[in-house]
Nanobody
C-alpha cells in the first residue's frame, strides 16, 4: 500500500502562485511514477502533470505548460506542484496519484490517490 497526503491548496487571486505538496509513504512508495490530477465541478478528472520514477521525465497538459512545474525530492517521499500565473480555469480539486512507472502517462493505471486539496483562483 502507498499512502498519499496532499497539502498546500487554498484561495488565490488570478496571476498568483501556489505550491502543492504530496507526502508519499508506505511500502514501495518510492517505486512509483507520480502525477497530479484535477477535477473541476461538472468536469471529468484530468491529468495535469506527471513525472516518472526518477523524476527526470515530466509531462504537462497543454493548458499548464510554462506555468506549472512538477518535481519530486531525491528521497522520493515528496512530490510537489509549483503553480504560477494561476487562472480562474485552474480552480479545481487537485489530487496526487501514484502509478506504475511503465504506464506513467496512462491515466487509468494510477492505483493510489490522495484525498485531494481545493485550489480556488478568483478573478
Amino acid at each position: 500500500q502507498v499512502q498519499l497526503v496532499e497539502s498546500g491548496g487554498g484561495l488565490v487571486q488570478a496571476g498568483g502562485s501556489l505550491r502543492l505538496s504530496c507526502a508519499v509513504s508506505g511500502r514501495a512508495g518510492r517505486d512509483y511514477a507520480m502525477a497530479w490530477f484535477r477535477q473541476a465541478p461538472g468536469k471529468e478528472r484530468e491529468l495535469v502533470a506527471a513525472t516518472g520514477w526518477s523524476g527526470s521525465s515530466t509531462w504537462y497538459t497543454d493548458s499548464v505548460k510554462g506555468r506549472f512545474t512538477i518535481s519530486r525530492d531525491n528521497a522520493k517521499t515528496t512530490v510537489s506542484l509549483q503553480m504560477t500565473s494561476l487562472k480562474p480555469d485552474d480552480t479545481a480539486v487537485y489530487y496526487c496519484a501514484a502509478g506504475p512507472p511503465a504506464s506513467w502517462l496512462n491515466i487509468n493505471k494510477y492505483d493510489y490517490w490522495g484525498q485531494g486539496t481545493q485550489v480556488t483562483v478568483s478573478s
